[in-house]
């Protein structure tokens, strides 16, 4: 098994290596290419800029072919990028439980940022989106939404999966906070935009499997594939940036022992 692992050591590779073989996880990790667009941080948000870099070099293994339906092993969940966030020392740090699609959970993170970054001068201030229920829909790509017909879990107000497409009022002028149509207002609530500002998107494997059997039990499955394979195939495209994890009650929980503040 190949893997990239930015800042790791070579050590480190190989000792991941020897584990992974001994277990049968043959595959490649990659990093994510995320915040490809330039970032949307704060001047003076000196860890955070650090920690997106460490996050965009960190691997995501996309590659699965079956899936069990509890992960058991730290190479069956972007484990790297998840110990980075767990790692963050600044103490400004918020992890939010989102469950629903069609709630208010963008524009509640963008608030908070706003609030946390200029009311109250925590330039480094970090988001999760611990993601479960029917947000996680939206931390898939269209290809996915397209061949499984999610409009089916997500319902009808997303005929297609709308929270990924950034828009244009991102390309207004950064510096300007108070702009009622820029990039830090509700006029460009989106993952993309959220993602430029540091927010970190975390997907939860246990709604992905709970996801792959509601489209089994529909009888969306046009490739007849097995639950394993079905679970596979959906944690295979998540939008470039995500951070998967075995589940969200469990992280969220790590991510609390560790000093994030649950939203």
Not at 20 to 41: D, E, Y
Request: proline share 5%; charged share 20%; net charge negative.
């Amino acid at each position: 098994m190949t893997i990239i692992t930015g800042r790791r050591s070579v050590l480190r590779t190989v000792a991941l290596t020897v584990t992974a073989g001994a277990i049968g996880l043959a595959s490649v990790a990659k990093p994510a290419a995320a915040a490809a667009k330039s970032a949307l941080t704060p001047a003076g948000a000196t860890h955070l800029n650090a920690l997106m870099k460490r996050l965009a070099q960190a691997p995501r293994r996309r590659d699965f072919k079956t899936v069990p339906m509890v992960l058991d092993h730290p190479e069956q969940w972007d484990h790297e990028a998840l110990t980075e966030v767990l790692s963050y020392q600044p103490a400004a740090k918020q992890a939010w439980d989102n469950t629903d699609i069609a709630g208010p959970w963008l524009n509640m993170m963008r608030n908070a940022l706003n609030t946390q970054i200029w009311s109250f001068k925590h330039p480094d201030f970090l988001a999760v989106s611990v993601t479960h229920g029917t947000a996680d829909l939206a931390l898939y790509d269209p290809t996915i939404w397209d061949k499984y017909q999610l409009t089916s879990l997500a319902g009808d107000e997303f005929r297609t999966n709308t929270l990924i497409i950034e828009r244009n009022e991102a390309a207004a002028d950064t510096g300007n906070y108070e702009d009622p149509a820029g990039p830090f207002s509700g006029d460009d609530i989106s993952i993309p935009a959220l993602m430029r500002r540091g927010v970190v998107f975390m997907s939860c494997h246990n709604a992905i499997w709970e996801q792959a059997a509601a489209l089994i039990k529909t009888g969306i499955n046009p490739d007849k594939l097995s639950h394993a394979a079905l679970a596979a195939e959906l944690t295979n495209h998540l939008v470039d940036g995500v951070v998967l994890i075995p589940g969200a009650g469990g992280t969220l929980l790590e991510l609390q022992q560790v000093g994030f503040h649950y939203a």
